[in-house]
């Protein structure tokens, strides 16, 4: 089965070189950049264009990995084929393909992807939607043959499910950042927090969230909190702190 990627990103090298592992072709990458197209095209084996215009009208399967932003116009921009359409996005609907392509579909891996990190692709879950019930069941063959985990799940519904990962992910990550920076400042060493976040990230394998909740805000520790905003410089940070203990502090009261 050929596929042609549109995009090449963190994502789209994941998947690309997770597909080429399970026998599938990778026909060609596109990316708006040539450098682009070519890094991810010669880790595949690919044919490489930053040329839209450009893009192979014979595959199997087209998947537009490319920023939300982006992915209305290069659908337009894309050439007319018989190619099965897919999008990578959260929050993106299905139908963004209508009008365009009779044969489209979802395809989302839920999951955090970075460059020089290996993932198991087994373990990822992986959501789709399609057009018809002939295109989900192919669609459906594809992933299952990449992942154990393979869901069908509906626009508004993947809607919710891409906010929660900005909150449990991208979030979470920054409060990392955030401690990092306090630590910098103060000379101790990132690497003292990490037994912590282990078993923080750890504990919700087992326990509900909330009932895994520590800390000062859930009895409202009212001295130690304002010790802490003291200790903060930058106001903005200073209000996330207050913010963020009333809110888990409301949380565990319910």
Known sequence: MNIVFIGAGKLATHLATELVKHSFTIQQV?????????????????????????????????????????LLSVITEMPSNNGLW??????????IFKGYSIRYGVLYPFQTFSDNRD?????????????????????????????????????????????????????????????????????????????????????????????AQTGPAIRYDENVIQKHIDLIEDPDLKEIYALISKNIHKTNKS
């Open 86 to 95: 897919l999008h990578t996005a959260g929050s993106i609907s299905l139908d």
């Open 119 to 211: 993932l198991n692709f087994r373990k990822i879950p992986i959501f789709i939607e399609a057009s018809n019930k002939t295109e989900l069941d192919l669609l459906q063959s594809i992933c299952l043959q990449i992942s154990d985990k393979v869901r069908t799940l509906s626009s508004e519904k993947r809607q919710y499910l891409h906010l929660t990962g900005v909150f449990a992910c991208n979030f979470v990550n920054h409060m990392y950042a955030i401690s990092q920076h306090i630590l910098k400042e103060e000379g101790i060493p990132f690497e003292s927090l990490l037994p912590l976040i282990d078993e923080t990230a750890s504990k919700v394998h087992t326990l509900l969230p909330q009932e």
């Open 30 to 70: 596109y990316s708006r950049t040539d450098h682009s197209a070519q890094e991810l095209a010669q880790k595949v084996n690919a044919k490489a264009t930053s040329n839209i215009k450009a893009v192979d009208t014979n595959a199997d399967i087209y998947i537009f990995s490319v920023k939300d932003s982006a």
